[in-house]
């Protein structure tokens, strides 16, 4: 069974860091681009950043300069570094992957892990 589980949220205070982690698992052939969304309630799921296979990175415009997303290829695992939190980022982050199973490639979710940012 192909899964990804997220681990890492928690409750922070403002300008505190936390780092997320996500691990790919099962019968995977590749792993394309990995990344990390977010979804506040009534909201839709939103980028807050993505890395290729070969290291190239996007990020959303809010998390710019404070967040760093990073991969080990050998691991199927993707790194959400947050630093310099705010209350805006509290969300229920998402890791997501590109994966090809059995020749098939699609798009697959982990359960989300819940960020609080709060004093």
């Known amino acids: 069974q192909v899964q990804l589980v997220e681990s890492g949220g928690g409750l922070v205070q403002p300008g505190g860091s936390l780092r997320l982690s996500c691990a790919a698992s099962g019968s995977i052939f590749s792993i394309n681009t990995m990344g990390w969304y977010r979804q506040a309630p009534g909201k839709g799921r939103e980028l807050v950043a993505r890395?290729?296979?070969?290291?190239?990175?996007t990020c959303a415009d809010s998390v710019k300069g404070r967040f760093t997303i990073s991969r080990d290829n050998a691991k199927n695992t993707v790194d959400l570094q947050m630093n310099s939190l705010e209350p805006e980022d509290t969300n229920v982050y998402y890791c997501n992957a590109y994966l090809v199973v059995d020749y098939t490639g699609m798009n697959y979710w982990g359960k989300g892990t819940l960020v609080t940012v709060s004093s």
């Open positions: 890395i290729t296979r070969d290291g190239i990175t």
